[in-house]
């Protein structure tokens, strides 16, 4: 920590003139290139490229171990997810994901995985450690987005052509409610303190914001933008900061992440990033978000106290999943 | 399957043994599950679908063999999608089919669907005998969806209140071409007629969409010959050293577009023409409302879960039955699907919300139950862009552009 600290210090009168104050931690940002089928390793402090790796095909959904040691990428056009090993830089393994996998997410604890099968109507659930497959539950159709709740019992997953929201109890792998939201929903992010669940609609245009325990919608909240079509206003990827205070919306080809108050529930601002801008990742510091624009092969990054889109960072070929490490 | 368990219908759950890697096999039938489900009540949705068939030329190439299932095939993967949501809401929906021959009774066919309790039923039949279903159903609970008729004047002067459209009509496609010509700068058109109703049918599309946009026809030309035998061994080489010909001495042209629905001709003109141009319209450069090779927007899936089921390429008519289905399975799971008012009035509404791969909602315009959507503009092999194109503005949405706008339709629903 101390290494990193003195880095920021440096960095931080390197960036005096013009720039944030001391921006971040340097973490490590990884990028899924859909199209270049490769991971793009950046460095959060420095925005440098470290390295490309090449994967397998169509990369989407990533996520790191709970260790920070390995990158889980789904391949979704190889049926499978391989794994990273972040030290190595290299391809050590794969996990039986089933056909299709886009994304995915871990349980508290590390493991299980949950991944979405978006051919199969299917949620898997994959042990880490023995890499076998403990369940599979059937679920809408075209389910994407995995949310996992953080006390480890509910998953929840949404089912693009289904509408909904299932709501999946982790012990016995039962559906217990299926909570229907706007066309085409994506993704599904608790927050920290377990008692919402912000799902995003991208044909809708809509965000449901849900309550945990009563699995009821509290707001579904739209968007308006000057000068935008509402027909290019499409949810995606969403985050929320640990104090639930702000909500980060990526709305595809609006080409704009939404902040959104997470207390009112009221659409704050709207910050211009690139083209078709599909998933966003903070730092765990909550000072940087990064944000995948699948057509402008770019990462924006959006500075958070201040609200501000800081840089554009070339990456390669149809940037769509991000993770960034725990240290 | 054995050990598949069901859980009050709420779907199913497959736990296998860890050791045990056999993920493929948990695909249960949606349908089966319901069935088996006895304990929670189930509504019945019923979906009819006639299928008048018609006697078709043979098409030039033999790619273009129109394939029997075409439609229902889109139609049943719908209601596999319809089925398996049908799960959660406790809906089960079924597809009845009524094939009727070339001079076969439509009419019966359409009696004995509303007899069984259809109430929304796909229609693939040539205008004349979708007007005459249109009017037998006329004053029932029944709303017919029209998958396969192109014409205009279903949706201007013979609009029928209880037919929404799910087929794009010939002003869209027309419209749709015209603005990627014009997005591409290809303003001047050298047009190719045939000799059939149906040719100056999107003649007069192609018109009205240069007249929109800015296109120039420099000359009409009219391929007089009538169709006769379809192969003979000599054909391609008469063929290479009569369309030059027949293309010589055009005034200057970007594009050479043709109009000739059934066939007879048009696949013969690219790279034969006297000037090296681009051949759209029916031939070409086509605008239709999917390609096989469709991938944006999520289409991957679907063309996946269709080949899977159909074991061929998914086709625009069977898209075009998909989403009648899928619209239906749509309203169902929002408003009760035993109320035909709330349904008909839902299905008609902006509160529709369809998801159909296209990259926004599609939406059915209320002046004519026209299908709003966008338009795929494609070459043989792939689609090459979607229509709205850039810089066609429109108050109200970017795809009504595309066909017959509210301010200048002749529909009066009675």
Same mark, same amino acid.
């Given at each position: 920590?101390?290494?990193?600290?003195?880095?920021?210090?440096?960095?931080?009168?390197?960036?005096?003139?013009?720039?944030?104050?001391?921006?971040?931690?340097?973490?490590?940002?990884?990028?899924?290139?859909?199209?270049?089928?490769?991971?793009?390793?950046?460095?959060?402090?420095?925005?440098?490229?470290?390295?490309?790796? %090449?994967?397998?095909?169509?990369?989407? =959904?990533?996520?790191?171990?709970?260790?920070?040691?390995?990158?889980?990428?789904?391949?979704?056009?190889?049926?499978?997810?391989?794994?990273?090993?972040?030290?190595?830089?290299?391809?050590?393994?794969?996990?039986?994901?089933?056909?299709?996998?886009?994304?995915?997410?871990?349980?508290?604890?590390?493991?299980?995985?949950?991944?979405?099968?978006?051919?199969? &109507?299917?949620?898997?659930?994959?042990?880490?450690?023995?890499?076998?497959?403990?369940?599979?539950?059937?679920?809408?159709?075209?389910?994407?987005?995995?949310?996992?709740? %953080?006390?480890?019992?509910?998953?929840?997953?949404?089912?693009?052509?289904?509408?909904?929201?299932?709501?999946?109890?982790?012990?016995?792998?039962?559906?217990?409610?299926?909570?229907?939201?706007?066309?085409?929903?994506?993704?599904?992010?608790?927050?920290?303190?377990?008692?919402?669940?912000?799902?995003?609609?991208?044909?809708? =245009?809509?965000?449901?914001?849900?309550?945990?325990?009563?699995?009821?919608?509290?707001?579904?909240?739209?968007?308006?933008?000057?000068?935008?079509?509402?027909?290019?206003?499409?949810?995606?990827?969403?985050?929320?900061?640990?104090?639930?205070?702000?909500?980060?919306?990526?709305?595809?080809?609006?080409?704009?992440?939404?902040?959104?108050?997470? &207390?009112?529930?009221?659409?704050?601002?709207?910050?211009?990033?690139?083209?078709?801008?599909?998933?966003?990742?903070?730092?765990?510091?909550?000072?940087?978000?990064?944000?995948?624009?699948?057509?402008?092969?770019?990462?924006?990054?959006?500075?958070?106290?201040?609200?501000?889109?800081?840089?554009?960072?070339?990456? =390669?070929?149809?940037?769509?999943?991000?993770?960034?490490?725990?240290? | 399957?054995?050990?598949?368990?069901?859980?009050?219908?709420?779907?199913?759950?497959?736990?296998?043994?860890?050791?045990?890697?056999?993920?493929?096999?948990?695909? @249960?039938?949606?349908?089966?599950?319901?069935?088996?489900?006895?304990?929670?009540?189930?509504?019945?949705?019923?979906?009819?679908?006639?299928?008048?068939?018609?006697? +078709?030329?043979?098409?030039?190439?033999?790619?273009?063999?129109?394939?029997?299932?075409?439609?229902?095939?889109? /139609?049943?993967?719908?209601?596999?999608?319809?089925?398996?949501?049908?799960?959660?809401?406790?809906?089960?929906?079924?597809?009845?089919? #009524?094939?009727?021959?070339?001079?076969?009774?439509?009419?019966?066919?359409?009696?004995?669907?509303?007899?069984?309790?259809?109430?929304?039923?796909?229609?693939?039949?040539? /205008?004349?005998?979708?007007?005459?279903?249109?009017?037998?159903?006329?004053?029932?609970?029944?709303?017919?969806?029209?998958?396969?008729?192109?014409?205009?004047?279903?949706?201007? #002067?013979?609009?029928?209140?209880?037919?929404?459209?799910? @087929?794009?009509?010939?002003?869209?496609?027309?419209?749709?071409?015209?603005?990627?010509?014009?997005?591409?700068?290809?303003?001047?058109?050298?047009?190719?007629?045939?000799?059939?109703?149906?040719?100056? /049918?999107?003649? #007069?599309?192609?018109?009205?969409?240069?007249?929109?946009?800015?296109?120039?026809?420099?000359?009409?030309?009219?391929?007089?010959?009538?169709?006769?035998?379809?192969?003979?061994?000599?054909?391609?080489?008469?063929?290479?050293?009569?369309?030059?010909?027949?293309?010589?001495?055009?005034?200057?042209?970007?594009?050479?577009?043709?109009?000739?629905?059934?066939?007879?001709?048009?696949?013969?003109?690219?790279?034969?023409?006297?000037?090296?141009?681009?051949?759209?319209?029916?031939?070409?450069?086509? @605008?239709?409302?999917?390609?096989?090779?469709?991938?944006?927007?999520? @289409?991957?899936?679907?063309?996946?879960?269709?080949?899977?089921?159909?074991?061929?390429?998914?086709?625009?008519?069977?898209?075009?039955?998909?989403? /009648?289905?899928?619209?239906?399975?749509?309203?169902?799971? +929002?408003?009760?699907?035993?109320?035909?008012?709330?349904?008909?009035?839902?299905?008609?509404?902006?509160?529709?919300?369809?998801?159909?791969?296209?990259?926004?909602?599609?939406?059915?315009?209320?002046?004519?139950?026209?299908?709003?959507?966008?338009?795929?503009?494609?070459?043989?092999?792939?689609?090459?862009?979607?229509?709205?194109?850039?810089?066609?503005?429109?108050?109200?949405?970017?795809?009504?552009?595309?066909?017959?706008?509210?301010?200048?339709?002749?529909?009066?629903?009675?």
């Amino acid at each position: 920590m101390e290494l990193k600290s003195l880095g920021c210090t440096i960095l931080g009168a390197a960036f005096l003139l013009g720039g944030p104050a001391c921006p971040a931690l340097a973490y490590t940002v990884y990028v899924s290139n859909e199209k270049g089928n490769s991971i793009t390793v950046l460095d959060s402090a420095t925005f440098e490229i470290l390295q490309t790796i %090449p994967v397998g095909q169509r990369p989407r =959904g990533i996520i790191l171990t709970k260790d920070g040691k390995h990158l889980l990428i789904c391949a979704s056009d190889d049926d499978t997810i391989q794994v990273l090993d972040v030290a190595k830089r290299e391809i050590v393994g794969d996990l039986p994901s089933g056909p299709d996998p886009e994304l995915l997410n871990l349980h508290p604890s590390g493991s299980p995985v949950y991944v979405a099968n978006e051919d199969d &109507n299917l949620l898997t659930v994959i042990d880490l450690d023995s890499k076998t497959v403990l369940a599979e539950v059937i679920v809408g159709v075209e389910p994407e987005g995995v949310g996992v709740s %953080p006390d480890g019992k509910t998953v929840v997953v949404t089912s693009e052509t289904t509408n909904m929201a299932h709501f999946i109890d982790t012990e016995s792998f039962e559906l217990t409610d299926n909570v229907l939201v706007g066309s085409r929903p994506r993704f599904a992010e608790f927050t920290a303190d377990g008692s919402r669940v912000w799902v995003t609609s991208e044909v809708a =245009g809509v965000v449901s914001v849900i309550d945990a325990k009563t699995r009821k919608i509290i707001k579904t909240i739209g968007f308006a933008i000057p000068g935008v079509q509402p027909e290019y206003i499409q949810p995606v990827g969403v985050r929320v900061t640990k104090d639930g205070a702000k909500v980060f919306v990526a709305l595809g080809p609006a080409n704009r992440v939404a902040v959104i108050d997470g &207390n009112t529930l009221e659409v704050e601002t709207y910050l211009l990033v690139g083209h078709r801008v599909w998933q966003l990742a903070l730092t765990p510091d909550e000072k940087l978000l990064f944000t995948t624009n699948g057509n402008s092969n770019d990462v924006s990054v959006i500075d958070v106290p201040n609200l501000k889109v800081i840089k554009s960072i070339p990456v =390669g070929s149809a940037p769509w999943g991000v993770a960034v490490s725990p240290e | 399957m054995k050990n598949r368990r069901l859980r009050n219908g709420r779907g199913g759950v497959l736990a296998l043994p860890a050791l045990l890697l056999a993920p493929f096999f948990a695909l @249960a039938a949606p349908q089966e599950q319901v069935e088996a489900d006895t304990t929670e009540t189930i509504t019945a949705i019923p979906l009819g679908y006639i299928k008048q068939e018609v006697k +078709r030329p043979i098409p030039l190439s033999r790619l273009n063999a129109e394939p029997g299932d075409i439609g229902v095939a889109g /139609a049943e993967i719908a209601l596999k999608d319809n089925n398996t949501t049908g799960l959660f809401t406790k809906q089960r929906f079924s597809l009845e089919v #009524e094939t009727v021959p070339v001079g076969g009774n439509a009419l019966a066919a359409l009696d004995k669907l509303m007899q069984n309790g259809n109430r929304f039923i796909l229609v693939d039949a040539p /205008a004349e005998i979708l007007l005459q279903l249109a009017d037998a159903a006329k004053g029932k609970d029944v709303l017919l969806f029209n998958v396969r008729a192109t014409d205009v004047s279903l949706r201007q #002067e013979n609009c029928r209140a209880n037919v929404l459209h799910t @087929a794009p009509d010939r002003a869209m496609l027309a419209d749709a071409l015209a603005q990627y010509l014009i997005w591409k700068k290809w303003p001047r058109w050298l047009v190719v007629k045939g000799v059939f109703p149906e040719d100056r /049918a999107y003649l #007069e599309a192609l018109h009205r969409a240069a007249t929109r946009f800015g296109g120039v026809i420099v000359e009409e030309r009219e391929f007089a010959e009538t169709p006769g035998a379809r192969r003979s061994d000599t054909g391609q080489l008469q063929i290479q050293r009569q369309m030059p010909v027949f293309t010589q001495g055009a005034p200057d042209y970007d594009v050479l577009v043709v109009a000739d629905e059934r066939e007879v001709f048009g696949p013969y003109l690219p790279y034969r023409t006297w000037d090296p141009r681009p051949v759209a319209g029916t031939a070409g450069l086509q @605008a239709m409302s999917w390609h096989p090779a469709h991938e944006q927007w999520g @289409a991957t899936q679907m063309q996946n879960r269709f080949q899977r089921s159909a074991k061929r390429f998914m086709l625009p008519v069977d898209y075009q039955a998909w989403l /009648a289905v899928r619209a239906v399975g749509e309203a169902a799971s +929002r408003v009760n699907p035993a109320d035909f008012a709330a349904m008909n009035a839902f299905l008609r509404s902006d509160k529709l919300e369809l998801a159909a791969f296209k990259g926004q909602k599609v939406t059915f315009r209320k002046w004519d139950g026209q299908l709003r959507q966008p338009i795929i503009v494609a070459g043989p092999d792939m689609p090459v862009s979607m229509s709205p194109q850039e810089g066609f503005l429109h108050q109200h949405a970017a795809a009504d552009t595309l066909g017959i706008d509210e301010p200048e339709s002749k529909c009066k629903f009675e």
